[in-house]
Nanobody, 125 residues
Framework: QVQLVESGGGLVQAGGSLRLSCAAS????????MGWFRQAPGKEREFVAR????????YYSDSVKGRFTISRDNAKNTVYLQMNNLQPEDTAVYYC??????????????????WGQGTQVTVSS
């Protein structure tokens, strides 16, 4: 069982930055691929970024590539999402998620067994 708690959301102006954190419980954090997803009002949940459990390889959605950076600190059981040059279309509730191992379909939320409660990010124009 893994419990995830996100923090770091808030209100920021367009062009600004935020760093989200997701703290995980348990002693096997390094066994999990970690992902960030987001859901805007009236829209479906979408994949944002993912970092593998072993070598820290990363993937991003096209909409955030070049602006967001996912990273992890296995010693602290924490995954981060650094978000730069935020735009109003980035406004959403952001969720971190954990998948045991290395799912091939890493961009599908169905492959993540554990989810945080979400943190709101609002970007004003």
């Amino acid at each position: 069982q893994v419990q995830l708690v996100e923090s770091g959301g808030g209100l920021v102006q367009a062009g600004g930055s935020l760093r989200l954190s997701c703290a995980a419980s348990g002693r096997t954090f390094s066994s999990y691929t970690m992902g960030w997803f987001r859901q805007a009002p009236g829209k479906e949940r979408e994949f944002v970024a993912r970092i593998s459990r072993s070598y820290g390889s990363t993937y991003y959605s096209d909409s955030v590539k070049g602006r967001f950076t996912i990273s992890r600190d296995n010693a602290k059981n924490t995954v981060y999402l650094q978000m730069n040059n935020l735009q109003p279309e980035d406004t959403a509730v952001y969720y971190c998620a954990a998948a045991y191992g290395d799912p091939l379909i890493y961009y599908s939320g169905n492959n993540y067994a554990y989810w945080g409660q979400g943190t709101q990010v609002t970007v004003s124009s």
